[in-house]
């Protein structure tokens, strides 16, 4: 089930934004919990954050951004990630089925996002929903406390017309 994130849910979004084995695929380097906070409620706030729950436990976790204007029926799909509690268990396919279903729902379109081109796991994940490669975002993404960038490969969802 996917609904959106409450300020209650901060715990949950922390947790997973600043784990070891997710946090380099993100868009935040590590901080503590005050200076997650205002990041956390401007997102929320915005109506941007949403929560996937499995069997009435909050699994993972995924932002949504909506374009304006004449890109309005596209949306940007990011800080996309489930709990390495629940990992191995298929609930990435089925979060991801939930996402572009309540997408569709919404209106929109077009479904946008990138990841590490190394994330291998993710990209076939996405692929298998759906998801195609449009091309290369080069050093892209700064991991300061890695000192090095990252390429990102961009990835589009198209809905049928």
Excluded at 20 to 37: G, S
Excluded at 48 to 65: D, N, S, T, W
Excluded at 123 to 139: H, S
Aim: hydrophobic share 40%.
């Amino acid at each position: 089930m996917v609904r959106s994130a409450t300020a209650q849910d901060f715990s949950f979004f922390y947790s997973l934004y600043m784990h070891p084995q997710i946090n380099p695929f993100l868009m935040y380097e590590q901080m503590d919990e005050e200076a997650f906070q205002p990041i956390f409620h401007d997102l929320q706030s915005q109506n941007q954050l949403f929560v996937f729950e499995y069997e009435g436990q909050m699994a993972g976790m995924f932002k949504i951004v909506p374009f304006a204007h004449r890109t309005s029926h596209i949306a940007y799909l990011g800080g996309v990630a489930i709990h390495p509690d629940f990992a191995g268990k298929g609930l990435g396919t089925q979060m991801l089925h939930e996402i572009i279903a309540h997408c569709g729902e919404r209106g929109f379109l077009r479904l946008e996002l990138s990841t590490a081109t190394i994330n291998e796991r993710a990209i076939k994940l996405y692929e298998k929903v759906g998801f195609e490669k449009e091309g290369v975002y080069r050093n892209y993404c700064w991991l300061k406390s890695e000192n090095r960038f990252l390429d990102e490969v961009v990835m589009s969802y198209l809905y049928p017309q």
